[in-house]
């Protein structure tokens, strides 16, 4: 986090600061030893102090929370305009991460240095699991029939983005099959659906799904120290639902969902219960 604040710049830069902790935020960032293959480092919030319960551990204001309204305008628009049953959030979201990647060309300094905090490779995703892969979990269990259709989808959302002017130069061509198919691994783990008040998971009231720079470090667990919540400005902020002991991890629950064919499609791992 230190490093992507480095590359940061600007307002953007003490904006960072203050969501990424300094004194006003008691979080730090801790990992597997560093020698490790980056596939491999698991990453985390833990408490560098005591935190007390109802205290607000992380915010994250409006204009630092990247939502399809993040899109540029001339590619938002176009994409509204596409035929086609795709879900146009995605194609706008994945625009989004494609502008991030081509950070000298971004006009956030933020989300390009939010971008190099991102997993390279997804390969613990069923969505890049091989047929063989797939196959070992049985024909009673749906998985390889979900991945495939996330794939079509995949490959439909590349084709119509292909379509777009903005991606119809040498200089900016448009998105690899490849890139859609990372894009959509990273969406499915790491967006996050904001509802208004508080809550502790999942409901149907989401009235806003984004990607929470490095606030999508947290973890999941069934029994979360930490719920969200969104204030009228739209600041997401996060706060302790117990007291939280100096070193112990901050979680958050990802879903309520029990499904372990969803768990695994949209995050790589079924997490086990205490019971």
């Not at 997804?122 to 049985?138: A, K, R, V």
């Not at 029939?145 to 991606?167: D, F, G, I, N």
């Not at 904001?194 to 999942?202: A, K, Q, V």
């Not at 990802?254 to 997490?271: I, T």
Request: with cysteine; aromatic share 8%; hydrophobic share 40%.
């Amino acid at each position: 986090l230190r490093m992507a604040a480095l590359a940061a710049a600007g307002d953007d830069y003490q904006a960072l600061k203050v969501l990424v902790g300094g004194e006003a935020c008691p979080l730090r960032v801790t990992t597997l030893d560093s020698s490790v293959s980056e596939a491999k480092v698991e990453r985390g919030l833990v408490a560098s102090k005591q935190i007390l319960s109802g205290e607000t551990v992380l915010s994250v204001a409006t204009g630092l929370q990247i939502g399809e309204d993040s899109c540029k305008p001339e590619i938002a628009g176009a994409i509204d305009k596409l035929d086609g049953d795709d879900d146009k959030f995605v194609l706008k979201m994945v625009s989004v991460l494609y502008d991030c990647s081509r950070a000298t060309q971004s006009s956030s300094p933020l989300k390009a240095a939010y971008f190099k905090t991102l997993p390279v490779d997804f390969s613990h995703m069923p969505l890049n699991f091989d047929t063989t892969s797939l196959e070992s979990f049985g024909p009673s269990f749906p998985l390889a029939k979900m991945v495939e259709t996330m794939r079509a989808q995949a490959e439909s959302a590349q084709s119509q983005l292909a379509k777009l002017p903005s991606y119809a130069s040498v200089s900016c061509p448009p998105p690899t099959l490849d890139f859609v198919l990372w894009s959509i691994c990273c969406l499915n783990s790491r967006l996050m659906g904001l509802r208004s008040g508080e809550t502790d998971g999942p409901s149907e009231a989401v009235h806003r799904r984004c990607l929470l720079p490095f606030a999508d470090v947290l973890n999941h667990s069934f029994e979360p120290s930490l719920a969200h919540e969104v204030a009228p400005d739209g600041t997401a902020s996060f706060r302790a639902l117990r007291d939280i002991r100096q070193g112990e991890e901050l979680t958050v629950k990802y879903r309520s969902d029990e499904d372990v064919c969803s768990f695994l499609l949209h995050y790589g791992f079924y997490p086990r219960r205490a019971d």
